[in-house]
């Protein structure tokens, strides 16, 4: 008998599952169907802001389109397709084709809950007036492109939020030739590094010319003839043509609360290692709509990026498929390029490393990426965070020219194997002057990490 | 009572050894004399190839001079003085100034020996002829630069050997605007890599104009007027008024040897993990001189590294000051850039996994050093070893363009850790469109050797 899987989703969890699970599985033996609300399957989501700067067309950011899908893997895609109701007893999915209003119901044996992430969108920031855009989907996408080629062409922008999507949509709109401003509630823009390396990127975003504002509240918006005019903050308005949200996401799990699937305390779906859903048979979910363990803390954590989407997504998959797979977990690892800085963390910052209840040490070095003495040697910084007493590394943090922010995989290689400073500093890692001093920045910082500790 | 500490070398292992000496014991509690036989102190010899070519001066490559050893430090450096003799049962060194001739005898407490490498010189190079050169010591860079500058300007070269060395020299030569041979015994330079690895390496000599002849047989040199003129070999003589030997090292050890320290099979003094030499009271030994253990066979290897030499001076002089350090063992990692081409490994080559006794796997994928869409994404290639059964990584290659070796170092500590492909096929690693695609490249390797390892 033929069993049938039903993904919810089309990018990279959903597909990577359903591509995966054929593999093992051919169609004979599994039919699988994938609903998807927009118009896209399989694209990097990451790849939007360079699509916006102008540096790459959509199309390139498309990894599987829904005919090679359909037709390579035999896998029914359906786009414009939304998941209204899950029925868990019937093994049912009820779905509302968007072009034309008509429902269709479709019964599974494996279900792939894959419905990612929705933006985060401020009360203010609810309006009819055009101009205000979140950057989450292909669709999210095309539409900021097409207000922004059309007449009259915006030049003013103002981006909330100053994460990564904050800070590489500030720089697409600044290639672009808009003025762009920068509105932070936080202290430093980049809050995903500590403030003392988040100064860094600030100084970065400063010398490309985008007004950098930071402890900003946020009020309301203008607007005039149905467009956004500005964005009125506790300092004052902002003039604005567009405004771009980068105020974060959070699991799009409505659907999946309402079905009963279980939700954890990070608001996320709760699945084991293989991607099952606790609790309820035959059905999986991976992506930006689940949570996952850190683990350094081994606490739930919501993490959503395409790294841990993918790897869900493919864990699923073989396990659908008949094979074994586990995803293990995330020590939130990330990294980001402002102009030609780089920036990267792994592990806990301090405050995260406070509030898991660690004592630790921090200790920052500056390096270079090459030999000291190479004429275009240029400067990295790298904070490492340690445990007291155990010398374990809790969070590594590197803010850099060429050539710096990669270094991250060391150390997060590093704090996946527990590893104590002291073994650290006697890594043997690759040295030769185009790529380091012959004490390696990792190694420098380790050393330091260690004279702290002992110091103690 | 004041101790008193003898260092043989003045270079990277025994000058780190004197200063950690020194930052744990002043003056007062310990004397410390160093003799060194060339002109310098603590240098970059990896930088020499930089300064030949022209990028660097190499006052740059000296990271601390012997008056700042002696200032700052309190380090009686002696310059040009060879040291002729060691009584282990006296705890004497005999040193003759080679400028005076003069013979001097002082007595130690503490004695490290790091007399480093010295050249391998084959029989055929053995001449009283002008234009053939090591380059090992700065004082051979001096000498080489010298023939290079001075009338009749060289205008033809033969390098001999296409390790690190050969490989970075032919490279500088050819910035200087010389005509380059690179004259390797093997089937590929860059044998520090497998050969399928090295072919890469080759094209890359190639396109810089570089005339790459192997399984070439040195059989001697043509000279005249007390100059070299060409190298002879088994396909007939190259015309060459200068030669350059990266014919490899072995461990300057004669002296060791009549003083009757213990030689281990590589034929380099044998060491504990704290440096020092074994059954000698008092005596350490570090850097080019000594062995260690490969950490992945747990055999004694000879690895004459900079970077190595600076750890073990470290750890020898923590010790002697009364702290506590070990030198763990290396796992073979290297990098070296040839023009734009990046060449990195660490662990196990495929013939040294087979003498090891190892049964492995070896996967081999081309990815790219950022998301494929980016316009200048550039090729990557890497090859992975994993122990069969096991699942173990064994070793590890890396052929690629801009921001590629140095990914190495995340593979390097995955080997150091022992992990198995499946776990590093689930690491956390750095993700951003500007630096890898959505599965990094080293992902993509583990999964591919997963696959194979799977599928047996």
Redesign the interface.
């Known amino acids: 008998m033929t069993g049938r899987l039903i993904v919810i989703g089309g990018d990279?969890a959903g597909m990577s599952a359903a591509s995966q699970a054929r593999r093992r599985r051919d169609h004979d033996d599994l039919e699988i169907i994938a609903f998807e609300r927009g118009h896209f399957t399989s694209y990097?989501a990451?790849?939007i802001p360079?699509w916006i700067s102008g540096?790459?067309d959509y199309p390139?950011?498309i990894t599987r389109d829904p005919e090679t899908h359909r037709k390579e893997h035999q896998i029914d895609v359906r786009l414009r397709h939304e998941v209204t109701g899950i029925d868990l007893d019937r093994r049912e999915v009820v779905a509302r084709d968007l072009e034309s209003g008509r429902e269709v119901r479709e019964t599974y044996d494996d279900l792939v809950y894959a419905a990612g992430a929705v933006p985060t969108v401020p009360p203010w920031a609810r309006t009819d007036a055009g101009g205000v855009f979140g950057v989450q989907t292909l669709d999210d996408g095309k539409a900021l492109r097409h207000w922004l080629d059309r007449d009259p062409k915006p030049t003013r922008a103002v981006v909330v939020g100053g994460g990564?999507i904050g800070v590489e949509m500030a720089e697409a709109m600044i290639e672009r030739g808009l003025e762009v401003t920068l509105a932070e509630r936080g202290e430093q823009p980049m809050s995903t590094v500590d403030p003392d390396m988040g100064r860094l990127v600030r100084d970065a975003l400063v010398g490309m010319g985008i007004d950098v504002r930071t402890r900003v509240e946020i009020i309301g918006l203008t607007t005039a003839g149905g467009r956004v005019t500005g964005v009125r903050t506790n300092g004052g308005t902002i003039p604005a043509d567009v405004v771009v949200l980068g105020t974060g996401v959070r699991p799009n799990v409505q659907l999946a609360k309402e079905a009963g699937l279980p939700i954890g305390p990070t608001g996320a779906i709760r699945t084991d290692l293989r991607m099952r859903v606790i609790g309820i048979p035959g059905v999986w979910a991976a992506g930006d709509c689940v949570e996952t363990v850190h683990?350094t803390t081994n606490q739930p954590v919501y993490v959503p990026?395409?790294?841990?989407a993918?790897?869900q997504g493919r864990v699923a998959g073989i396990n659908i498929g008949g094979g074994y797979a586990?995803?293990?977990?995330?020590?939130?690892?990330?990294?980001?390029?402002v102009c030609d800085l780089e920036v990267?963390r792994?592990g806990l910052l301090e405050p995260e490393a406070r509030v898991a209840g660690f004592e630790f040490i921090t200790v920052t070095v500056e390096s270079t990426n090459t030999?000291g003495?190479?004429?275009d040697a240029a400067r990295m910084t790298i904070k490492l965070i340690a445990e007291k007493g155990t010398g374990r590394l809790l969070g590594a943090q590197i803010v850099g020219r060429s050539?710096s922010?990669?270094?991250?995989?060391?150390l997060?290689?590093?704090l996946?194997?527990n590893?104590t400073v002291d073994?650290m500093s006697?890594?043997?890692?690759?040295?030769?002057?185009?790529?380091?001093p012959?004490?390696?920045p990792?190694l420098v910082a380790a050393r330091k990490a260690v004279d702290e500790l002992h110091a103690l």
């Open positions: 990279a990097s990451c790849g360079y540096l790459v390139e950011l990564y683990k990026l395409g790294t841990h993918n790897k586990t995803f293990l977990g995330v020590i939130g690892t990330a990294v980001t390029r990267a792994t030999a003495y190479f004429p050539q922010a990669k270094r991250i995989d060391t997060a290689v590093a996946w194997k590893m073994e006697m890594l043997d890692l690759g040295y030769a002057p185009p790529y380091s012959v004490w390696d990792v």
